[in-house]
């Protein structure tokens, strides 16, 4: 009778023995790490990377695959350049001349009519430009060099982000005008052919107010400027303000009071105010707003 009740104990431990030696063999097993195959190559760079890892690669057609990504990345980017100066174009404005040139009346000794002109100095062409270019991905500078004649070299640069570029070259001597010396001469030859590069590279248009006209009629018009009693107004504002009348006549880029256009008449009486209520602070100050500098 006892040996029959400890048979179902003994067949027991021998189960919960078998589940332990399991568990430990389990422990003991050892993780296989099976490496993945690698991506397969997504542009040529990565293709031509594999491809010199084989000892069978042929140099030559490497280079020829070389080759073939350089003309696609220069497709690429000079079609951004495109793209992104057509945008740019589309935004730029008719650029005021703010500058004077005038040598007054009369003739030169040659006989010809001394210069009277305007242009659009390099800072007004640079204050419209620049958050332009920035805003469309442009950087536009300039180098200087001297060619083998002595004249300088002024090649202005046009770079893009997506690393396309153009440039254009002005070549020409020392300005010696107005008593310049050597340096002087140089630095305003300098001046000259980065605006001028400008112009050139980003295809600019300028204007004086003048010039401007409405649908082939001439701006000045006779009602285009000032009336008489308007430009004694003015006369009495200038003198009232103790300012220059010369200078206001150069501010607005004309030769008389009569000439300013009737759509710069608030402007310029808004100046003249301005300029009044300095008077004190900035005695023997230039007119307010002067463009000629």
């Known amino acids: 009778m006892e040996s029959q009740t400890q048979q179902p104990v003994q067949g027991k431990k021998a189960i919960t023995k078998k589940v332990k030696k399991a568990k430990q063999a389990t422990s003991r097993a050892v993780a296989v790490h099976r490496p993945q195959q690698p991506a397969p190559p997504s542009n040529l760079l990565q293709v031509i990377a594999q491809a010199t890892l084989d000892p069978r690669c042929d140099v030559a057609k490497m280079q020829a695959l070389l080759d073939m990504q350089k003309q696609i990345e220069e497709r690429e980017a000079k079609k951004a350049f495109t793209v992104a100066f057509n945008a740019l174009q589309a935004e730029l404005p008719v650029i005021d001349r703010d500058g004077k040139i005038d040598h007054g009346d009369g003739v030169t000794a040659k006989g010809n009519k001394k210069l009277k002109t305007t242009y659009a100095t390099y800072p007004n062409l640079m204050r419209v430009l620049r958050p332009l270019l920035k805003k469309h991905g442009f950087t536009l500078s300039d180098t200087v060099k001297a060619n083998p004649a002595g004249l300088m070299v002024v090649t202005g640069h046009l770079e893009h982000i997506g690393g396309h570029s153009r440039q254009t070259e002005f070549t020409l ?4 005008t107005g008593g310049k010396n050597n340096q002087q001469g140089w630095g305003s030859s300098q001046q000259y052919g980065m605006r001028y590069n400008a112009i050139a590279i980003l295809n600019i ?6 010039d401007a006209d409405n649908d082939g009629f001439p701006a000045q018009s006779s009602n285009s400027t000032i009336s008489k009693a308007q430009t004694e107004e003015l006369k009495i504002l200038i003198s009232d303000a103790k300012a220059s009348e010369d200078k206001f006549l150069q501010a607005f880029s004309i030769d008389k009071l009569a000439d300013l256009p009737s759509s710069d008449l608030e402007m310029a009486k808004s100046r003249i105010a301005a300029f009044k209520r300095e ?3 900035r005695e023997g100050s230039d007119f307010p ?3 000629s500098q």
């Open 279 to 281: 008077r004190m602070r």
């Open 205 to 210: 248009s300028t204007e004086a107010k003048q």
């Open 289 to 291: 707003g002067d463009r």
């Open 173 to 176: 001597p020392a300005d010696t």
